[in-house]
């Protein structure tokens, strides 16, 4: 059995599955059919408007009550906008839409070893 991601190279595609917290269902999106973060959010919204965001305009990369985050290929969860956008498709294998009062652990943890980092 091939995997998603070779399967998705074979077809030129780059689909990988969205979540919501709360949402009962999954979504999949081709990145490769955005070019930026900003679509990716506004894409994002769209998919997602009739159930959280009630048609109000929101930017899930530049501040809102949700946070975007993602499943690089090391399993890490990771902000989305924290690393070029071309790095960012060839590593991200999910994406979660969560509020960002729960997201306040990973940003920690995201920040922590740059703090580390500079210490050594």
């Avoid at 890490?76 to 071309?86: F, I, K, N, Q, S």
């Avoid at 839409?97 to 990973?106: C, E, R, T, V, Y």
């Amino acid at each position: 059995m091939a995997s998603n991601s070779a399967k998705n190279n074979e077809e030129g595609c780059l689909y990988v599955k969205v979540s919501l917290d709360g949402a009962p269902y999954l979504r999949k999106v081709d990145l490769k059919t955005y070019t930026n973060y900003k679509g990716l959010s506004s894409g994002l919204e769209k998919m997602f408007c009739s159930f959280t965001f009630e048609g109000q305009s929101r930017d899930l990369v530049n501040g809102s009550e949700y946070v975007l985050t993602y499943e690089d290929k090391d399993g890490d969860w990771m902000l989305v906008g924290d690393v070029p956008w071309e790095m960012f498709t060839e590593t991200c294998r999910r994406l979660r839409i969560m509020k960002g009062s729960d997201a306040i652990g990973l940003v920690d943890a995201v920040a922590a070893p740059r703090e580390t980092e500079k210490c050594m």
